[in-house]
């Protein structure tokens, strides 16, 4: 039964190195030239690391033909504009919607003229206006999907226990992952009789960041964890719950430190109110970090075989980049568990913090 | 820093806000609380379920030790009986002996008692034939007297004989 499972999450690592190798590879030839120099691959990766408004599996490098489908785009400006992404023509044309024109310039939708003029300030950043782009992006899909299979997944299991006090299937290995939320990262944090309440929203979190952590290693190219806005709206909501749930002990320990020298209380409110926003703010960047970090490493290891050619061969550079980088996703599959445990973790100590009872 | 804030996209921000929202909601409707419920409810059975056993088990440790105290008074008042019954055995059977040995010497005393009354009543019957012999005998004695003087002269020395030899 071990060996069994083991050959299942090895062949499982295989087709992530492998697919994820083929899509670079494949699309390792944009249409602008080959994807050869550190530079070019730099800017792939880059590219595979921002949001983008299609679904691009592969690109044929020869005629620069997209495969992959484009997504809608819905723009809030003065009235919601509503058209699919392959109006945007992967940015070569101008894209007009309601007496107003788009275009699309390094993944963002700018507002431009009937010509499509976008004007660059000193640092190359645009300074045309941007429209409030909530389109149905990649990482919107990844949210989407992870929430379906969320939805599907614990669905079920909770429909299974109308029938059974025992899981069956699926919910099997999702039954213990609940209780381990719950009884290692719910309750110790913050306490029997008060953890319930907020059992739903680390659930949510716990699984929501870790099945997106593991579809960013998919060779679908997800990189949703990795985007700095989901990210930032996570640990905000951890902030905004942190904050209502509060105790009176809390916000005393924020403004009015007890048991120190008045002189102390007054340097320390600074602290503690600059305490409140570096929490969140260092769950925002550690997972972003993490994710997008990982995303780059395991992406250069796999260009190896690209920048390695030369020195070492096609078959040289090859294996050793393969060998690289189905180490490094063994390791990312950890750290997809680790950075949504870490994160749900530290969201159920904070909440615990400002919930504890303090008797002096 | 620059490139993040640059990076930053608030439209992507606004969905991940929505969607996390309802998501919660959602899953939290459910998934969550029925989840939550049902494992609540069977940690509370399986809990009950071993104080249940654990209950059981106290209550047949209870019987056992009862069941013993019941055999042991059993045993001690069985034990009690017996002693009191060879008690009153003994008993019984020391006052049947002084009883029977009380009879024997009444009867014992009442024989001998009837024997000295037999004796004496006897003997006052010997001592009556002796007198009333003797009487004959003075009498036939006296006749043979009168008789022959020789004779009677033998004859009284032979009963004076006769006498002294008694």
Redesign the interface.
Known sequence: MLNRTTGIFLIFILLLTTSSAFALSGSSEEAAGQVDTPDEINDYIRHHL??SHYFTLWTNGKTGHHIGFPLPVILIDEGLHFFMASKFHHGETVAESKGKYYKLYHG?VYETNSEGEITLDD?N?PTNAKP????I?K??VG??LA?LL??LG??S??KN??SS?LPKGIGRVL?PL??YV?DEIARPNIGAGKY?KY???L??VFF?IWILNLLGLTPLGFNVTG????T???AI?TFIIVQFSGNKEYWKHIFWMPGVPVLMKIVLMPIEILGMFTKPFALMLRLFANMTAGHFVVMSLIALMVTMKSQFGAIGSSSMAFALAFFITIIELLVAFLQAYIFTMLSALFIGMATEEHDH | M?Q?I????????????F??I???F???K???????G??K??EG?IKDALEAAENAKEEMARLQADNQKLLQEARMEREQLLKEATAIANRIKEEAKTDASKQAEKIISDAKKAIDVEKNAALAEVTTKVAELSLEIAEKVIRKNLSDDKASKDLVSTFVKDIKLN
């Open positions: 921002q949001d963002k640092h950043h409030l782009d909530i389109s992006t990482g919107v949210m989407l929430g969320l939805l614990f669905g299991l909770a226990y109308k006090a039954e609940v209780i719950r319930e059992m739903p929203y659930l949510t929501y985007n700095i806005a989901i930032a709206c996570l909501f | 620059e993040l640059n990076d930053f996209s608030p439209g992507l921000f606004a969905m991940q806000t969607i996390l309802v998501l919660i959602l899953l939290s459910v998934a969550w609380k029925p989840i939550m049902a494992l409810a069977r059975s």
